[in-house]
């Protein structure tokens, strides 16, 4: 199977302080990932679309200075959520695509919370 | 425009009914289809996908879609709901090539004794 691994799965921090997330495939080298963010009882929207080696491209309306994404590997890309706020809070999921296949493999998701 | 719609926002259903999600696509070709079902607080689980062949397609946990093209619809059934399928319901569509997973605004199902 191809495996996404997100961590953490939680996490609480204090405003203005940055926190990173980070998306590993864990069986296979994802060429491209992609970040959503998803509001309690809503759907997931996505953020950003990472390849490896390039800068991200960000959808409008997200802060590209804020939401900081490095896909340094072709088994990792991380979000870094920059000097967070409490409307940062949401769930953060990453999801990794195996080549040109139009499937993409979900991580478990991360419960950022900001206080 | 490309898009995805869900109808449905909350549905309820007996345990041991049938249940039927419906999703809608607008797109001049077809898509690559999924259904995805997300519990309370969890990632996302991949039910079943439709890329091309029989437009009947089976998935995990007896759910079973079905592709129509003149409907533009993927519509996601299962014969008889048990307790343990209260969950949200995602459609999400691959509009072509390496594009990202566009998402359905969700079905949230839940299932009365």
């Known amino acids: 199977g191809a495996v996404v691994s997100q961590h953490p799965s939680w996490v609480i921090c204090k405003s203005g302080t940055s926190v990173k997330i980070e998306c590993r495939s864990l069986d296979f080298q994802a060429t491209t990932m992609f970040w959503y963010r998803q509001f309690p009882k809503q759907s997931l929207m996505l953020m950003a679309t990472?390849?490896?080696?390039?800068?991200?491209?960000?959808e409008q309306g997200v802060e590209k200075d804020k939401f900081l994404i490095n896909h340094a590997s072709l088994t990792l890309s991380t979000l870094t959520v920059t000097s967070a706020h409490p409307e940062d809070s949401s769930f953060y999921i990453c999801?990794?695509?195996?080549?040109?296949?139009?499937?993409?493999?979900f991580g478990q998701g991360t419960r950022l919370t900001v206080v | 425009a490309q898009s995805v719609t869900q109808p449905d926002i909350h549905i309820t259903v007996s345990e041991g009914a049938s249940l039927e999600l419906r999703c809608n696509y607008s797109y001049g070709a077809t898509p690559y289809l999924f259904w995805y079902v997300q519990s309370p607080g969890q990632g996302l689980q991949l039910l079943l996908k439709y890329f091309s062949g029989d437009t009947l397609v089976q998935g995990i946990k007896g759910f079973e879609a079905e592709f129509k093209r003149s409907q533009s619809s993927f519509n996601l059934r299962k014969p008889s709901v048990h307790w343990s399928d209260a969950a949200e319901y995602f459609c999400a569509v691959v509009f072509s090539g390496n594009t990202p997973l566009v998402f359905g605004k969700g079905t949230r199902l839940s299932v009365i004794a």
């Open positions: 999801s990794a695509r195996k080549g040109a296949l139009a499937e993409a493999f």
């Open positions: 990472s390849n490896e080696g390039s800068k991200a491209t960000y």
